[in-house]
């Protein structure tokens, strides 16, 4: 059974930082792209960053030079460094593995900006 496990979330001021963590557990054939993705309140689920296994990286707009995506391959594991905080930000932020064959999700974790 794949098991996603996000971590790192929490309360913090406009302008900190967090780093969110997930490990992927379990079998998973393949994994190809590795990604973040976020739901605030009323919105719908949006893209965050992507990485894929050769490392090449993918933002949204709005989090390009305040984010950090990155992955252990060895440990299955994807990272998110999030810098320069803003109120926007909060959401609840998913981790999500793409495998070869299915896709996969974390329960999320809460990520709050106060300004």
């Known amino acids: 059974q794949v098991q996603l496990v996000e971590s790192g979330g929490g309360l913090v001021q406009t302008g900190g930082s967090l780093r969110l963590s997930c490990v992927a557990s379990g079998r998973i054939f393949r994994i190809n792209v590795m990604g973040w993705y976020r739901q605030a309140p009323g919105k719908q689920r949006e893209l965050v960053a992507t990485?894929?296994?050769?490392?090449?990286?993918n933002y949204r707009d709005s989090v390009k030079g305040r984010f950090t995506i990155s992955r252990d391959n060895v440990k299955n594991t994807v990272y998110l460094q999030m810098n320069s905080l803003k109120p926007e930000d909060t959401a609840v932020y998913y981790c999500?593995?793409?495998?070869?064959?299915?896709?996969?999700w974390g329960k999320g974790t809460l990520v709050t900006v106060s300004s």
């Open positions: 999500n593995v793409k495998g070869a064959i299915n896709d996969y």
């Open positions: 990485i894929i296994s050769s490392g090449i990286t």
